[in-house]
């Protein structure tokens, strides 16, 4: 029998494994670029993880491993580059031994995520080393004890940028600051107070990073402020956070993309626009932490376990509107029980949060809306009798 | 032959762009003992790095002019060598688009001018024929000029190829050797001070770039002088590529060639350049501004740029003057020969360029011996064009998953004659941290290969100060 083939072993995918193989599923395969297993959290040296699926605190590396150990069973393919993906998940992939074309039972797309480099926000300046990404600083600090500055400026407030403080302080490194256009923090408070008494680091808001400055390696940042320019002396630019999902394999490919979640369109079966192909995990979105990248792992693995599932011309649409950012699944289906749908705001904003079905309301709760939160909103089972379309509105 | 190490060179070349570089193998593979002299830390830092990597066909040069010649031989030139040393050639033709009826009537005018530089086959194509070949574009386009000579190429791999041809035949690489002054003693020997010490030749060779009249006043005051011009380019995603075949160019002004749309040889869009006057010769910034609008002008050319994403954007400056073309001379008196002014048309004509320096020699200065053109090196691959390393059995791993560049590449950047210098090198041999990702993925492996050879990059943690 085929194999059943899930693309990054990251926690969505190691968790999805896990879950096929206790599902009875015999053969299933994990193709994962990198020479190990784990994905990002193999890199991310503090605590904080396994907590909604271990219920423990780990660093990021004992959960990988913890991860990789409960999807044996799986056969995990290292230094394997899914170079196409085709109708029906047929898959052309490059192997240490050469080019092979898979034909699986089924495809779970795992991909993961990367944050918006420098490059692609435009930011200006000259091209010096020294600008790296929260990924990559990680990465270099805790699996290559490599230093690439001392005394960077931080962009962005997000969660993450303030993992990247944290990793500083595993290094030695001392930030000079860390910028945010919006005029408070993107995270939740306190971060900000987290990073000016116990880091040390000024968190300067409202201020707009213009240039990076610097001839081989960075030696300075054009800041803006009020109109006012200035310049703050550093030596690196970590860019935090703007995640997108990778999903470049699919541009072009057989499957809808959903330009507001830069991730494959899905079902509430996890199921893609093309019936032999899953995803889940941060491919399908922006960044959620690996716990609800786990879950959606588990999920779609479930999905992928049942005999039957409703065809895809019974889906109905569900779209995003008003202060929202993005809705997924962006499918579901009438009989399918009660389905969870999640959403980001795109900037704060308390207000409405309105399921609409063919325009009259089936669902509304007030919400105090963060772009760093994630909302939820479950369909009671049975709400959807004669809908054609459905609408999540953020009013 | 044996020379005493401190014998002067017949040749010194100084700036290792792509002209010096040209420059540097035609003198070289001509038997002489050349020096090529570069400020940076590696060859290509300076104009040469950054352009529209476009082999042109002269089309639109100003006919009977220095430029237009040199373009259609270094261009004749380039293909003749480039398949024997593993070069790419993406044959795309170009589409001068006319949007507008200003740029309608335009039109003949550019034909006439292609046939004018002996282009011969440029020839008008009507909108249908247009829209077949690119059915992208957006529904303003009128009409076009089918320009079927014109080409991408490597920019990179192209220059590094002419140096490792110079050094293979007797020539010397000098990095970090920026000239500083220079005299010429009683027997006529230029002695050179350079930042990685004292070079003594026969005859200098001003490759100089953005640095030519600054340079030409060593050997007299220089009767040009670089107004440096800005151009800003934006790349995007390789999901792009599909979008346009050709290169879409745009009816020129007066001031500009106006913004590009071309495919790139690593499988890319770019778009660009802008056309900025500026004082500085050193830094090549990008703004958001004029990123910006790149993008909004590339988006009214193909619409479907609106859902492609970024993958980087750069910077180049070009060494123009207060003159419209090459300013190429000879002079006998003072041992020196003078190649400035190349603005954005050097790749094109680099090997047109060498050869007329060489020309140039046997008029002023002595006979050389009949030319032969060197069996390789065969570069290695970076394009999309042809196989790649990934592609083949027993590649061992992919270090960046984004352009596909396995380690072994990187690993080979920093060995041979002329290893990568500084971390520019490395991309600009290799690839690797170009991709869409830029470095999100692959910093940290590159890095452990590279750290042993540029150790400025990173430190240990917890290491010394």
Wanted: net charge neutral; proline share 7%; hydrophobic share 45%.
């Amino acid at each position: 029998m085929a194999p059943t083939v899930i693309i990054g072993a990251g926690p969505a995918g190691l968790t999805a494994a896990r879950a096929l193989i206790a599902g009875g599923v015999t053969d299933v395969t994990i193709l994962e670029r990198n020479p190990e297993a784990g994905g990002l959290p193999r890199f991310c040296g503090h605590l904080g993880w396994g907590f909604f699926d271990y219920h423990r605190i780990w660093s990021g590396p004992r959960y990988a491993r913890r991860l990789v150990e409960d999807a044996r069973g799986a056969t995990i393919r290292t230094n394997v580059s899914v170079t196409a993906l085709g109708p029906g998940g047929v898959l052309e992939i490059s192997t240490p031994q050469g080019r092979e074309t898979l034909t699986p039972r089924a495809v779970l797309l795992a991909a993961g995520i990367r944050e918006t480099s420098r490059a692609a926000r435009l930011i200006g300046g000259t091209r010096p080393w020294g600008v790296v990404s929260t990924g990559a600083f990680q990465e270099m600090v805790y699996a290559g004890g490599q230093m690439p500055f001392r005394r960077p400026v931080v962009i962005g407030t997000e969660l993450v940028s303030f993992s990247a403080l944290l990793t500083a302080r595993h290094a030695g490194i001392r930030p000079v600051a860390m910028i945010e256009e919006a005029a408070r923090i993107t995270a939740r408070r306190p971060g900000d107070l987290f990073a000016r008494h116990l880091l040390g680091v000024p968190v300067l808001t409202r201020t707009r990073l213009v240039s990076i400055e610097g001839t081989s390696r960075v030696d300075g940042v054009i800041v803006e402020e009020n109109g006012v320019e200035r310049r703050i002396d550093c030596d690196g630019v970590i860019v935090t956070g703007r995640f997108a999902p990778e999903a470049a394999l699919l541009r072009g490919g057989p499957l809808a993309l959903d330009p507001a979640t830069g991730g494959p369109q899905i079902d509430c079966f996890y199921r893609t626009s093309d019936p032999a192909i899953f995803a889940a995990g941060n491919v399908l979105r922006p960044v959620e932490h690996s716990g609800q990248a786990a879950a959606e792992g588990a999920a779609a693995a479930a999905a992928m376990l049942r005999d039957h599932l409703p065809a895809p011309a019974e889906a109905i649409p569900v779209t995003p509107a008003g202060a929202l950012r993005y809705a997924y699944p962006q499918h579901v289906f009438r009989d399918a029980g009660a389905i969870t749908l999640y959403a980001r705001a795109s900037q704060a904003h308390r207000g409405t949060l309105r399921l609409k079905a063919d325009g009259h309301t089936l669902v509304e709760r007030r919400i105090d809306a963060l772009p760093e939160r994630r909302i939820t909103l479950t369909i009671p089972e049975g709400a959807l009798t004669q809908t054609g379309r459905l609408e999540l509105e953020l009013a | 032959m044996t020379l005493p190490s401190d014998a002067p060179y017949d040749i010194a070349v100084i700036g290792a762009g792509v002209v010096g570089c040209a420059v540097f193998r035609d003198f070289s593979l001509s038997g002489l003992r050349v020096a090529l002299l570069e400020r940076g830390a590696d060859i290509l830092s300076g104009a040469s790095k950054a352009n529209s990597a476009l082999l042109h066909t002269g089309f639109d040069a100003v006919p009977g002019s220095l430029e237009s010649r040199l373009m259609q031989e270094g261009a004749a030139r380039y293909r003749q060598i480039h398949a024997g040393m593993g070069l790419p050639l993406l044959p795309t033709g170009a589409v001068v688009v006319a949007w507008n009826e200003a740029d309608a009537a335009a039109l003949p005018g550019i034909l006439q001018r292609g046939h004018a530089n002996g282009v011969q086959d440029v020839r008008p194509m009507g909108v249908e024929e247009l829209r077949a070949r690119e059915p992208h574009l957006a529904p303003e386009a009128r009409g076009a000029v089918w320009v079927p000579g014109e080409s991408v190429i490597d920019a990179w791999s192209a220059p590094l190829g002419y140096a490792l041809q110079g050094i293979a035949a007797g020539g010397r690489v000098l990095r970090n050797a920026g000239v500083r002054g220079g005299t010429r003693d009683a027997a006529g020997i230029w002695r050179l001070d350079t930042a990685a010490g004292p070079v003594a030749a026969r005859i200098v060779v001003n490759c100089a770039g953005n640095q030519g009249d600054i340079i030409e006043a060593i050997a007299r005051p220089s009767p040009f002088e670089i107004r440096p011009r800005k151009g800003q380019f934006v790349v995007l995603d390789k999901t792009a590529y599909r979008l346009a075949t050709a290169i879409i160019l745009p009816v020129p002004n007066e001031r500009t060639k106006g913004v590009v749309i071309s495919r790139t040889a690593f499988g890319n869009l770019l778009v660009g350049p802008t056309a900025e006057e500026q004082p500085d010769r050193e830094r090549a910034a990008t703004d958001t501004a004029a990123l910006e609008s790149l993008l909004a002008q590339g988006r009214r050319m193909i619409p479907a740029l609106a859902q492609e994403t970024v993958t980087t954007a750069y910077a180049g400056l070009r060494p123009a003057t207060q003159f419209k073309d090459y300013q190429i001379e000879a002079l006998p008196r003072e041992g020196w020969i003078s190649i400035g002014g190349i603005r954005s048309t050097g790749l094109t004509a680099a090997l047109g360029i060498s050869a007329h320096a060489r020309r140039l020699y046997e008029a002023h200065f002595a006979a050389l011996p009949a030319f032969e053109e060197p069996e390789g090196p065969v570069m290695p691959n970076l394009t999309e064009e042809l196989p790649r390393l990934w592609q083949q059995p027993g590649r061992e791993e992919i270090i960046c998953h984004c352009e596909m560049v396995t380690r072994r590449e990187i690993e080979a950047a920093f060995q041979g004659p002329l290893p990568a210098g500084d971390l520019g090198g490395l991309k600009r041999r290799s690839r690797c941290m170009m991709g869409r990702c830029q470095g999100f993925y692959c910093s940290r492996r590159v890095m452990e290969i590279a750290a042993p050879h540029l150790p400025d990059l990173v430190a240990p943690i917890g290491g010394a100060r």
